[in-house]
């Protein structure tokens, strides 16, 4: 079979709805290693497929993440998350990815920091899968279970960075998602319950009992859930701020544990300032 010809493949993806058709018959064409792959890889994305899942990989802060099919695909506004992590975490020497999908969080901050002790979990066996493929390269172990049930025990009181990309989408609303999300997503990395909140306020509600003095909590929410989780993180016993990024739409809110308390106490601190911002606590 000849190779395929780049206005050709993105002539097809074009009648099939794809608003970037050009940018994506070149990663397509790229990626492939034969004309038949090539050819398969096109179906796919017309059968509505997530590019990424497509490709097999996506980019992610910088990094090359691996993306197999029916694992969520790693959203460039979590990159902020990971920004904030790493401005606020330069001496972590304990990292968790909770809710980590493909790893791509606990990848990159395990990429941005210095040799950190790298865990992360999830509780769908092929996103764990994906995430040890993922994180290999930084000795991170890989965990499957519901949240906290899943980390080893020796890790109480000793995580200085809890990553927790957690589902956030209210169930009346996963209906109304993109059908590449809702489609071939898993539904447990989407459905945050009736407000999107249920899996925030369970992981707040541990958290200070992982975390190590001035540990930190990272969760990313979205703009109108954002008083209720900030509620939710006073109620754990944790400071909290928030940090947003106007470009990416990302609003990332950060908790922290007092040091020598590991108990929920009353949260310090509600804030606010300019998009792109880390608030002072």
């Known amino acids: 079979m ?3 010809q ?11 709805g794809c608003v970037f058709a ?4 070149e990663l397509i064409l790229s990626t492939a290693r034969t004309p038949e792959e090539a050819v398969g890889m096109v179906d796919r994305r017309v059968a509505g497929l997530p590019l990424e899942q497509v490709l097999g990989w996506a980019e992610f802060h910088g990094l090359r993440v691996t993306v197999a099919p029916g694992v969520f695909v790693p959203r460039r506004r979590t990159e902020f998350l990971v920004e904030q992590a790493l401005a606020l975490g330069r001496n972590a020497s304990l990292v968790v990815d909770l809710c980590c999908g493909s790893g791509a969080v606990g990848a990159a901050l395990a990429a941005g920091l210095r040799g950190p002790e790298v865990h992360a979990a999830d509780i769908d066996p092929a996103a764990v899968r994906c995430a040890r ?3 290999a390269a930084y000795g991170g172990r890989v965990h499957e279970g519901d949240l906290f049930d899943a980390l080893p025990e020796d890790l109480r009181g000793r995580v200085d960075i809890l990553a927790a990309n957690v589902p956030y989408v209210p169930t009346d609303q996963v209906a109304l998602l993109p ?10 990395a989407l459905d945050g319950g009736p407000d999107g909140l249920d899996v925030l306020r369970r992981v707040t509600a541990e958290a200070p009992r992982w975390l190590a003095p001035g540990g930190l909590l990272l969760v990313e929410t979205s703009e109108r ?4 989780a900030v509620e939710a993180f006073g109620q754990g016993g944790l400071d909290v701020r928030l940090a947003v990024s106007a470009e990416l739409y990302a609003n990332v809110l950060i908790g922290t544990r007092r040091q ?5 106490r009353k949260s310090r601190t509600i804030a606010s300032k300019a998009p792109g911002s880390s608030l002072p606590g």
């Open 2 to 4: 000849p190779p395929l």
């Open 6 to 16: 780049l206005s050709s493949v993105a002539s097809t993806l074009r009648a099939a």
């Open 22 to 25: 050009e940018d994506e018959a």
């Open 133 to 135: 493929r993922n994180l």
């Open 179 to 188: 059908s590449e999300a809702r489609d071939h997503e898993p539904l447990v």
């Open 225 to 228: 859930q954002v008083a209720l």
């Open 260 to 264: 020598g308390s590991s108990q929920p």
